[in-house]
């Protein structure tokens, strides 16, 4: 269905506002990890006073004083530690193990810092000798309880958001396959916004073992074998497949399961498809590409580095769904230059943006050029002479196409050959046509 010009118009309004309020966050945003370092700094310059009270039974002014310059020194090397060690980059509320291993190798850097100070300076010759490790242990536990204060008082928050929802609203219970790192942050996203209406209850994952029996809060039900019996358990009226990985045959696997407990299904995109979406938004119905997923292919490494590495390499197609992850495949060879060539200028432009932000080393060129224009595709390859080219502009939608195959036949057929008639005027070395297929009522074509 073809948009009227007032709908595009609201789409890209919407587009811009959902813009423009996460450059909103991301500005509000950047002085939190600030004030998490203050706190820290607080909190652990506390357990000074607390360390000394356990230690000390009568506190003279000579203590005083030099407990006084110890804590100011302190001070300055615990901020060290912290910059080192980027504790205060993690989230309070995502709080885990590995953020409290995190801490304990800060305050051991703390730790061994003040004592080599205590041996060196004599100004500090009245502090007790014990008083950094008191101190070390007191200010490690503060800053664990209060992370998981913050974990605890943020759950409860959120599960009072939940409980506040009109119970008009119909929720619907969300069972994740994948209880990997996409699939933990859908659940944290799902339930951060209770306005969506998607209540996760529990995850199917098959790599985790049997002794572990929740994962970020929720259940573990089983494994992907198990969806039935987990659907009819937890109550699901949904399953949502969190596997950026996952091959073809296993979200066949899963939609044949669901199917059989009448129970619908949605996807959760691989990840590099998140650079322009929340995380929640990104959520969508299985397309037939995701079905057709091919298993991953082991690549000769060494020969990809002697063709890629230092070449001119042109993509043709580079915004398409191909294009773009055949670019985000080959930068990884250093070449010398990617020609990023494309009919439509907003998927070039964002994938140009794409590789600025991941690759900033990689020469990156957009092009705006259309493959059935001949002496448009002349220019191109005589002004920039490329060593390899890899062509992925084609229409790949077959039903679609069927309706107009004169335009299949411009951009597909007539397209490639003059791809293939440039390649051999310019002596390029390497000519790769992308293997390209459809969907044809859930079959490859």
Known sequence: MRLTEKGQQEEGEQASLRRGKRRLRGRGSASVPLLRLLIDLLLYTLAVPMAVGLRLDRFSMDAFMGVGAYLVVGLLIKAIAMRLTRTYLHRWRLATVEDALNLARMVALVVAGQYVLLALLPEFSKVPRSLPLLEGVTGFLLLVCLRLTYRWSTAQALSRRWNRQP????????????????????????????????????????????????????????????????????????????????????????????????????????????????????????????????????????????????????????????????????????????????????????????????????????????????????????????????????????PLMEAVPSEAVLGNVLGSRNIVEACLRHGVRRLGPSRRGGAVRGAPA
């Open 167 to 398: 119970h008009s609203l119909q929720i619907q219970n969300v069972l994740i396959a994948g209880a990997g790192a996409a699939g933990q942050m859908v659940a944290r996203e799902l339930l951060r916004h209770p306005e969506r209406r998607m209540r996760p209850v529990g995850f199917l994952d098959d790599s985790l073992g049997e002794l572990t029996d929740s994962v970020a809060g929720l259940p573990l039900l089983g494994k992907l074998a198990d969806l039935p019996r987990a659907v009819q358990k937890s109550g699901a009226a949904l399953v949502l497949i969190a596997i950026p990985s996952a091959p073809g045959n296993l979200i066949r696997e899963v939609m044949e399961r669901a199917r059989r407990v009448a129970v619908p299904v949605k996807i959760f995109p691989r990840l590099h498809d998140l650079i322009n979406a929340e995380p929640v938004d990104a959520i969508r119905d299985v397309a037939p590409e995701d079905v057709l997923r091919r298993a991953p292919v082991t690549l000769d490494n060494e020969l990809l580095e002697q063709s890629l590495t230092g070449k001119v390499v042109l993509v043709t197609g580079a915004g398409g769904s191909i294009g773009s992850e055949l670019v985000r495949q080959l930068v990884r060879f250093h070449p010398k230059q990617v020609i990023l060539l494309g009919r439509g200028e907003n998927s070039i432009f964002l994938m140009h943006q794409e590789l600025t932000m991941h690759w900033p080393d990689v020469d990156a060129l957009p092009v705006i050029a259309d493959v059935r224009d001949t002496a448009r595709i002349e220019q191109v390859f005589a002004t920039y002479q490329p060593d390899v080219v890899f062509h992925a502009a084609a229409h790949k939608h077959v």
